[in-house]
């Protein structure tokens, strides 16, 4: 789990670096501030999903649930704090925080997947 964890962590922040420094070059210090912001907003519920999903492991007639209540928390931390930082912040009340916020969700998202994939054992069927 802390491998799995740590890679979750390392790569979003890796994507991040990647991805923040040339969007402040063309967009400013906001688009920083939006992309960090982002980036927590969607690393937190995907970070809980995944340790979720591997306190589970052992009983896999539950992984389904955990994927639709992950689906559900991430929407709620994420979006729902996306949305609660537009209504309260002025700062935020940008599009450009939206295409942020959606961005590192997918990103989160599929690489949660990936990592959740990667661990499954793997039966002899084709």
Do not use: N
Request: one cysteine or more; glycine letters at 8%.
């Amino acid at each position: 789990m802390r491998r799995s964890l740590g890679v979750l962590f390392a790569g979003s922040l890796t994507f991040w670096a990647l991805v923040a420094y040339p969007a402040r070059v063309l967009g400013g210090e906001p688009q920083l501030a939006y992309s960090a912001t982002a980036l927590a907003l969607c690393s937190l519920p995907t970070a809980l999903t995944l340790a979720w999903a591997h306190g589970m492991a052992a009983r896999p007639q539950e992984q389904v649930v955990i994927r639709l209540a992950g689906m559900g928390l991430r929407m709620v931390v994420a979006l729902g704090g996306g949305l609660a930082l537009y209504q309260l912040v002025d700062y935020y009340k940008q599009t450009s925080f939206w295409i942020w916020l959606l961005v590192f969700y997918l990103f989160t998202l599929a690489l949660e997947m990936l990592l959740l994939l990667a661990e499954r054992p793997r039966t002899g069927e084709p």
